[in-house]
């Protein structure tokens, strides 16, 4: 599988690629993946810099992943759609398929959790891509759990865990398997409650552009 990812630092901190390549290959499976990325960017930042479209153009990817700016789904979710609109129209031109990346609520914010699900399922039905729901299953699991801990020092970012959530997440939305990695520096219990939590969050539906 070929996959290009655009976003930001929740997609880049941890090389959350990087971890569902490894997530990959303990499943038997290969990844390759490019990403593109810029600190606080959001969708509409990476249209206007023109990158992104060149290499979607040229990569023959399975699947590029969006990431929008993490507050923007709440701000202004029709500004979100409209960034969203405008890269799935190349994607698909380019052959390829659009996923999102669903983030997370910050941590003294999680009353903005539904909003955020709201934005990236509503445009995903309509657009027929695949979400990812990584703040869904993140919601789950600091519901029921205080460790490991999830948002890093500054409420917003992901530590090591909270980025090997999101990587598992997208390991069986994307391959449909359960994990059999995880990072050595996470213990096996915690480990084992992040995996359970990534196969317990629902998939959103889909549907194929009319």
């Known amino acids: 599988m070929k996959i290009l990812f655009i976003g930001n630092s929740f997609t880049a901190r941890n090389d959350v690629p990087g971890m569902i390549e490894q997530l990959a290959v303990a499943g038997g499976a290969t990844l390759q993946h ?3 990325y ?3 960017a959001s969708l509409r930042m990476h249209w206007n810099k023109g990158e992104a479209q060149k290499a979607i153009a040229s990569g023959k990817y399975d699947y590029v992943v969006l990431q929008e700016q993490s507050t923007l789904p709440v701000k202004n979710a029709s500004r979100m759609h409209e960034n969203v609109r405008l890269f799935d129209e190349i994607i698909r031109a380019a052959g390829s398929k659009t996923a999102l990346y669903m983030t997370w609520a910050r941590q003294h914010a999680h009353e903005t959790h539904r909003a ?34 999830l948002h890093d020092k500054d409420k917003s970012h992901p530590t090591p865990a909270g980025s090997y959530l999101a990587a598992c997440v997208f390991y069986r939305v994307l391959f449909g398997k359960k994990p059999a990695w995880a990072p050595e520096a996470l213990d096996a219990k915690g480990a084992k409650l992040l995996q359970a939590a990534a196969s317990a969050a629902p998939t959103a539906a889909t549907r194929e552009k009319q």
Do not use: C
């Open 34 to 36: 490019q990403l593109i």
């Open 38 to 40: 810029a600190g606080g």
């Open 116 to 149: 955020i699900t709201d934005a990236y399922n509503s445009i995903g039905r309509e657009i027929g891509a695949t979400v990812v729901p990584v703040g869904v299953a993140w919601e789950k699991f600091l519901a029921k759990h205080d460790r490991p801990v």
